[in-house]
């Protein structure tokens, strides 16, 4: 059973490139979610999704998309990448229930210069 | 949102209990107490939770104040692998499950 699964592991890219990070669930959840994390700081929200062809923002939305058309994949494209989105990345999944956990992925570590 | 106040950092001798505070004076009826925990270099995982009721799982022991306003993660025996940041985050009933996190305490766990 792998969980979330997260493609790449690590990204350089150049200021103004765009690119899709990867996730993917088997666990049939219905809950996805985006989050960065900023050196020294604690996870921040930036789109999520209740289930295939419904997403919404989060608190930090601002030069990413998502889409979800499947109940196993959550991908997050950057439109056009600036140093301010050199962060780690995590996606995570779970059922619609609050008394349920959270998975989440390894990560991907993204530069941009 | 309800906000949690946790230490920025603590520290354990291994194999002694560990206790872990959280403070949350603003919690609702609804509120479901979650900690995860996020070891270097990896994602968040998830600890326990619970509602109202203390709750044990083979990870770690929840213990909930009769207000609700506060609670205390308990590892029983600490290990190095132990050694993480915890967090401590309110989950509103009926919420997307969207997780607020916090800066949450840095666990060190001394040999």
Not at chain 1, 45 to 71: K, M
Not at chain 1, 98 to 113: I, K, P, S, W
Not at chain 2, 16 to 27: A, D, F, R
Not at chain 2, 36 to 59: F, K, W
Request: proline share 5%.
């Amino acid at each position: 059973n792998a969980g979330v699964t997260q493609t790449p592991k690590f990204q350089v890219l150049k200021t103004g490139q765009s690119m899709t990070l990867q996730c993917a669930q088997d666990m049939n959840h219905e809950y996805m979610s985006w989050y960065r994390q900023d050196p020294g700081m604690g996870l921040r929200l930036i789109h999520y999704s209740v289930g295939a062809g419904i997403t919404d923002q989060g608190e930090v939305p601002n030069g990413y998309n998502v889409s979800r058309s499947t109940t196993e994949d959550f991908p997050l494209r950057l439109l056009s990448a600036a140093p301010s989105q050199t962060s780690v990345y995590f996606c995570a999944s779970s059922w619609g229930q609050t008394n349920t956990e959270a998975f989440f992925g390894q990560g991907t570590r993204l530069t941009v210069v | 949102d309800a906000k949690t106040t946790q230490p920025n950092s603590m520290e354990s001798n291994e194999e002694e209990p560990v206790h872990l505070p959280c403070n949350h004076s603003t919690i609702s009826g609804t509120d479901y107490i979650h900690w995860y925990r996020q070891l270097p270099s990896q994602g968040p995982e998830y600890v326990i939770h619970g509602l109202t009721s203390n709750v044990n799982n083979r990870m770690a022991s929840l213990a909930i104040a009769e207000d609700r306003k506060s609670s205390t993660l308990i590892l029983h025996r600490a290990t190095l692998r132990d050694a993480a940041v915890y967090y401590c985050i309110l989950v509103p009933s009926g919420s997307a499950r969207q997780l607020t996190f916090g800066s949450g305490t840095q666990l060190t766990v001394l040999p």
